[in-house]
């Protein structure tokens, strides 16, 4: 299953600018996850979004869930070009059998142009 | 200093032939799992682990095995490697609290089967 899309599927801005993606998804969850990954290499988690919160930041970061619509949105504010990377969300089952289930999205690859 | 390693980091094999690709983590999370990573198609789940002796499925299973005899190493095992098993594949752990929480990745493990 497609759980957990992403869009958009590339982003392009400049320096200084606000950056958001958004993950949807289709099943119960227990937590929403991001994570970062700069080119084939090992994905860094960025932050943890629980089923119960609406809201979470992290320095520049800021995750919004909304589990009526069964998405998340992450914005990065004032970007820089070290932010160049593919951002992931990744959703945990919220129970049953499958309650150690992660699954990931199909990322979105932001670009920011210095 | 705290981190999930993965060997080899690269290979490549033929078809069929058996080969392992280790993952140890020195953190003592109960939480382990391994995803493969395909262009377009962002990490899927192979397997998981909850804890010692309790594996189970991911969305991507076919073709792989895996054993969870000790809490820190979590083997994956390809009996019989075919070419669309050429990947990269990452190693993730974690604490298991409210939920999963945060994994730390390996490397990656790029593997090309021919």
Do not use: L, P, Q, V
């Given at each position: 299953s497609q759980q957990g899309e992403e869009d958009p599927q590339a982003l392009s801005i400049q320096e200084g600018e606000n950056a958001t993606m958004n993950c949807s998804y289709k099943t119960s969850i227990n937590n929403l996850q991001w994570y970062r990954q700069n080119s084939g290499r090992g994905l860094v988690h960025l932050i943890l979004i629980r089923s119960n919160e609406r809201e979470k930041h992290s320095g520049r970061l800021r995750v919004t869930l909304d589990t009526s619509k069964k998405s998340s949105s992450l914005l990065i504010t004032a970007?820089?070009?070290?932010?160049?990377a593919s951002y992931f969300c990744a959703t945990q089952n919220a129970?049953?059998?499958?309650?150690g289930k992660l699954t990931f999205g199909q990322g979105t690859i932001l670009t920011v142009h210095p | 200093e705290a981190q999930v390693t993965q060997n080899p980091r690269y290979l490549i094999t033929v078809t069929g032939k058996k080969l392992t690709v280790t993952c140890s983590q020195n953190?003592?999370?109960?939480y382990m799992s391994w995803y493969r990573q395909d262009p377009g198609l962002g990490l899927r789940q192979i397997y998981y682990s909850m804890n010692v002796e309790v594996t189970d499925k991911g969305d991507v299973p076919e073709g792989y095995k895996v054993s969870r005899k000790e809490k820190r190493n979590f083997p994956l095992i390809l009996e019989s490697p075919s070419p669309n098993q050429t990947s990269l594949y990452f190693c993730a752990s974690s604490f298991v609290g409210a939920g999963v929480d945060e994994q730390f990745f390996g490397p990656g493990t790029r593997l090309t089967v021919l």
């Open positions: 970007s820089r070009a070290a932010d160049t129970g049953g059998t499958s309650y | 953190m003592n999370h109960e």
